[in-house]
């Protein structure tokens, strides 16, 4: 595949991007060198093959190739440039996509309603960029259940190859809101606590972690419902978590 990027000088550049079997591939959009080059030395001796651009050409996003993973420095960004970065990046991929270097909790937040299933700090990036990566490519990766199909009001989720489709038409979500679905849709008609679902999505280490699913639930919300501030599929029970129905209400 081809993919066309803006490079330091301003002037386009095209990289051929190939995967194999055997290897992973990581698109890094950073613009500090310094940033570039920790990543690089943290991923390498994993297998991660790393390739670094200054920033997406928004006229050839269209052709961005399948990455395993993309990381997007927000760093040096305003809360606005990030965000329409972090769009950006995500309207090329479905793929996990981690921003890194967030100045503040508003920041992190705020990464996070624009698309980012995880958000790094750059003074814990050396301990926490490989294990949340990586905890993200074995959600994707993990063997899938015995059923292969779930269907719950007109939401078909077809589970070995993690396609989501709705009234006929595919639903594009992120690893994350993925595995919320998936979740909710198990347990339909019941309802799953707060740290249920974080547990059975992030892992044991996010307990008590609301804000990440509340904007997670939100953006779901905003692909599935007709009225996301009247939510018929993803209810919430105030105070203990949310449920997905069986039945319109």
């Not at 937040?109 to 003074?123: I, P, Q, R, T």
């Not at 609301?210 to 009225?227: A, C, G, H, P, T």
């Not at 919430?236 to 949310?242: Q, R």
Request: overall charge negative.
């Amino acid at each position: 595949m081809v993919f066309g990027l803006q490079n330091a000088t301003g002037s386009r550049a095209l990289f051929m991007v190939s995967s194999s079997d055997n290897s992973r591939s990581v698109l890094m959009v950073v613009s500090d060198p310094e940033t570039s080059e920790t990543v690089s030395a943290l991923v390498s001796p994993i297998g991660y093959s790393a390739q670094t651009v200054q920033s997406l050409d928004p006229d050839e996003t269209a052709s961005a190739p399948a990455h395993d993973v993309l990381l997007v420095d927000i760093g040096k960004s305003t809360d606005a440039e990030a965000s329409e970065k972090l769009r950006q990046v995500r309207a090329t991929t479905d793929a996990p996509v981690i921003a890194i270097n967030a100045r503040s909790a508003q920041a992190a937040v705020a990464a996070l309603n624009a698309g980012a299933d995880e958000v790094v700090d750059s003074d814990r990036l050396r301990t926490e960029l490989v294990p949340r990566m990586n905890a993200l490519i074995r959600r994707i990766e993990r063997t899938p259940p015995a059923e292969d199909r779930l269907v719950i009001r007109g939401i078909e989720l077809h589970l070995t190859r993690r396609l989501v489709m709705m009234r006929g038409q595919r639903l594009h979500l992120t690893p994350i809101e993925y595995d919320i679905l998936v979740t909710l849709m198990r347990n339909a008609g019941h309802t799953v606590t707060h740290d249920d679902l974080l547990g059975a999505v992030w892992g044991s280490g996010y307990a008590g972690d609301y804000s990440v699913l509340r904007v997670n639930i939100s953006r779901l919300r905003q692909k599935l419902e007709d009225n996301p501030r009247n939510p018929s599929y993803i209810v919430t029970v105030a105070g203990e978590g949310y449920v997905m129905p069986t039945a319109s209400r």
